[in-house]
């Protein structure tokens, strides 16, 4: 059958539709959500190293290095009751933060974003209660995080663990939906716990633009009507 131009053209068409209507790969807004780039060698205060483009500002937070795992030791001195994995799902290193002693916002400034467009924020948690001699009276321990961007704050999902029976709130995974105000921002995590004392486990942030919805309802109707155009066309030939 001869290929016309006007089929060609409707081929063309409705592959440009179809890549529009694919979802789009979204950078993450959040550099260093990992927390991998830093100056530490070795578990630390979060605020007594360089943790590339975070900031923090008192002791109640450290940054978690995977070879704590063959000590036992969270930080010297500072041990973990329940089977906490070496790693999050993220892979690396994390960040504990003591949700009822000297805690204070892990902070990044995020820039680029678009004044009343939608973000989606991921990102992974976990609650244990911490292990010192002389300190820690293990028992029922709480937590969450309170997050926020610019003027806008959310809580993440309630967590428990019993460092008396040895259990733990696992890794579990966050999205939380926020909305810009400006185009830069500043995104905070501050931990929120009880108990003697809870550790709240936090690492693999991301945040990444949610595409208009009218965006998207816009492509669909005029991958639509592309298909009623090329119908017409072919019974056209047909005829």
Known sequence: MKDFPSRRLGRALAALALAGCAPAAWANL???GSFELTSATTT??????TVNNWS??????????????TNGYLFPGVGVAGPLPQ???????FV????NYHNSPIQQ??????????????????????TEPNVTIPGPVTGFWHVSLGSFALNSSFMSGNGATLTISPWQQQTMIFKATSSTEVLSFLSV???D??????DGISLAPIPEPETLALMGIGGLALLLRLRRERRALQR
Do not use: C, H, R
């Open 30 to 32: 959040v550099s260093n």
């Open 44 to 49: 630390s205060f979060f605020n007594s190293v």
């Open 56 to 69: 923090n500002s008192d002791i109640g937070e450290a940054l978690v290095m995977p070879s704590w795992y």
């Open 87 to 93: 790693t999050s799902p993220d892979g690396g290193n």
């Open 96 to 99: 504990f933060s003591d949700g």
């Open 109 to 130: 400034t995020i820039t680029g974003l678009s004044p009343g467009g939608a973000y989606k924020l991921t990102f992974w948690q976990a609650l244990a209660q911490d």
């Open 193 to 195: 716990g009880t108990g």
């Open 197 to 202: 004392p809870p550790l709240v486990f936090l």
